[in-house]
């Protein structure tokens, strides 16, 4: 299923925060968390601050403290664009970490939120990104809908055209029509072949099950690595879309071709944690470069994480599978008991456990 979550979305009575801005759309949300922490140390009521650093805790997966965020700047701000759109992120997030009936409130609550940003601010591009995803993954019952969804491609498309074309090519993705998909990615990628979002969506796409329908298993990572070595050289420094690269060669067979894409671009990666993240994530799948991955993801553990899918538990779930593999079962347990603290319903972590049992390491 495809991620609800998407990046930033900004303002409706005031003009943008440039900094604020530029910064959650690339993705460096530590210096959104720097920022807004020194400019609410200035003024605790600002409301532009308050919004920006909700959306940056949201992108990290801590959703309970973007949510607090998000409250507090509406409290001050009830018409404030991006503090909508805060919270609708932050609700979403909660919703797919959840899994339970509460998670259903969460999504209403989320989807309400984001249709009030896209009419407090039209012109809020990413809203329109959330929104239209929001649409084609809730059931009809809470609202969900593929026609509504391709209306908010429309809408984001004259904002944003690549981002239009992307937003009708998930949404395509997801009913199952790949014969419609792939056009709108490629016109999505004509339009920003350097794109990370547009980038990693459609390597994603491509080992996608439509994809691999319409393909055929050989076919499709046969694509997968060509698509990955022909989009590399226009993201050499962009850690999501690197992070993208390397799993389209790990799930096309090629785990050494996966690890040196990360180890070439280390030096010169915008965001280094999410490459060592993958590192781990690519020794413990294919069981290649183990201690190197096991250091990359201390490294991880050790320093701030600028994001990345699994985020945090996903580094001590990795973690803990490579300490497994190792025959280290006691620290393995350790690890994977951390992230479950992290996210108590993580799935790997514990099915890590079960493996290992609750007793000492055998």
């Known amino acids: 299923m495809l991620p609800i979550v998407a990046p930033i979305l900004l303002l409706q009575l005031q ?35 308050l919004a920006a650093r909700s959306q940056a805790l949201a992108s990290l997966q801590r959703f309970g403290e973007a949510l607090a965020d998000a409250e507090r700047a509406l ?7 991006d503090a909508r759109l805060a919270r609708g992120l932050a609700r979403a997030g909660q919703a797919i970490r959840q899994r339970d009936l509460g998670a259903l409130r969460e999504a209403l609550g989320a989807l309400d939120d984001l249709r009030a940003a896209t009419e407090a601010d039209p012109s809020l591009a990413p809203a ?5 995803l929001s649409y084609e993954l809730l059931p009809g019952i809470l609202g969900g809908s593929t026609r509504k969804a391709l209306q908010c491609a429309d809408r984001l498309g ?8 992307l937003l009708r090519a998930l949404i395509m993705v997801e009913e199952g029509r790949w014969g419609e998909a792939e056009p709108a990615f490629q016109r999505a990628l004509a339009l920003a072949p350097a794109d990370p979002e547009v980038v990693g ?23 997968l690595l060509a698509e990955a070595q022909r989009l590399l050289p226009g993201v050499r420094t962009r850690a999501k879309a690197l992070t993208a690269v390397s799993d389209a060669c790990l799930h096309a067979g090629q785990p050494e071709r996966a690890w040196q894409v990360l180890q070439d671009a280390l030096p010169h990666a915008d965001a280094p ?43 001590w779930w990795r973690k803990g599978q490579l300490l497994k593999d190792l025959g280290r079962n006691d620290e393995a347990r350790k690890a994977a008991q951390e992230a479950l603290k992290l996210d108590p319903r993580h799935r790997g972590a514990r099915e890590l456990l079960e493996k290992l049992g609750k007793g000492p390491a055998n």
């Open 201 to 223: 969506q459609w390597l994603d796409a491509l080992d996608s099950r439509p994809a691999k329908k319409a393909l055929g298993e050989a076919g499709k990572n046969a694509r």
């Open 128 to 132: 329109w990104m959330s929104l239209g």
């Open 15 to 49: 003009a943008p925060d440039p900094a604020f801005r530029a910064d959650l759309d690339a993705g460096r949300y530590l210096a959104v968390l720097a920022e807004a922490g020194r400019r609410l140390a200035q003024n605790p009521r600002d409301a532009a601050a």
């Open 158 to 165: 004259r904002l944003a055209p690549a981002r239009g074309e």
């Open 273 to 315: 944690s999410l490459l060592r993240l993958q590192q781990g994530k690519v020794a413990a799948v294919s069981g290649l470069h183990r201690q190197e991955g096991l250091a990359a993801l201390d490294q991880v553990l050790r320093e701030p994480l600028e994001g990345g899918s699994a985020g945090l538990p996903g580094a």
């Open 75 to 81: 409290q001050l701000q009830p018409r404030l664009a």
